[in-house]
């Protein structure tokens, strides 16, 4: 925790990346609240989904988009000072935050085992609805394991931050 403190220290003191965090937790903060809760709109994002936001899922959209504001500067601080920034721990937190809750209701998963099925005959149609019912019924989990990237990502972004420029042979 200390290790987060003191990257958020170091790159806070600059304004242009405050002003990131704050336009990355205004980018992602609707985008999460109305794809969140699409699992129980068919998989759809729409601004229908806001009527079914319940607290925990606007718990999850509140973590999850701030946890991302507080790594993009990180990111972009790194990558601005030539270093490596852990960039896939935090794409898979947010795909499992954004794609978990599509998938699960949506005719996008049946459509294409069904597909794969007619290419391939020994693949089932129906396991794409064994997929569906999976994510539906353990999406909290999903959810839970998105946030786990994302802490994850900014822990490994903030320790190459605290370590600074690094000799390189």
């Known amino acids: 925790m200390n290790t987060i403190l003191e990257a958020l220290r170091r790159v806070g003191v600059q304004g242009r990346y405050r ?5 990355v937790f205004a980018l992602f903060l609707p985008l ?3 794809t969140l809760p699409a699992s129980y709109v068919g998989g759809l994002i729409s601004l229908k989904a806001l009527t079914f936001l319940d607290a925990k899922l606007t718990a999850f959209a ?3 988009a701030a946890l991302v504001a507080l790594l993009a500067p990180l990111m972009l601080y790194l990558i601005r ?3 490596r920034s852990a960039k896939s721990t935090a794409a898979g937190g947010i795909l499992i935050g ?3 809750p599509m998938l699960c209701c949506s005719p996008l998963l049946p459509l294409l085992m069904g597909s794969l099925a ?3 005959p020994a693949l089932s149609g129906a396991a794409g609805i064994k997929v569906q019912y999976f994510i539906a019924t353990h999406q ?5 394991a998105a946030v786990v990237l994302l802490v994850i990502a900014l822990y490994q972004n903030a320790r190459k931050v605290v370590q ?3 000799c390189r042979i």
Do not use: S
């Open 19 to 23: 002003w990131i965090a704050l336009a």
């Open 81 to 83: 000072h030539g270093h």
């Open 164 to 166: 600074g420029a690094a």
């Open 140 to 144: 909290t989990e999903l959810l839970a």
């Open 98 to 100: 954004v794609f978990a």
């Open 118 to 120: 007619a290419l391939l």
């Open 62 to 64: 509140l973590v999850m």
């Open 32 to 34: 999460y609240l109305v």
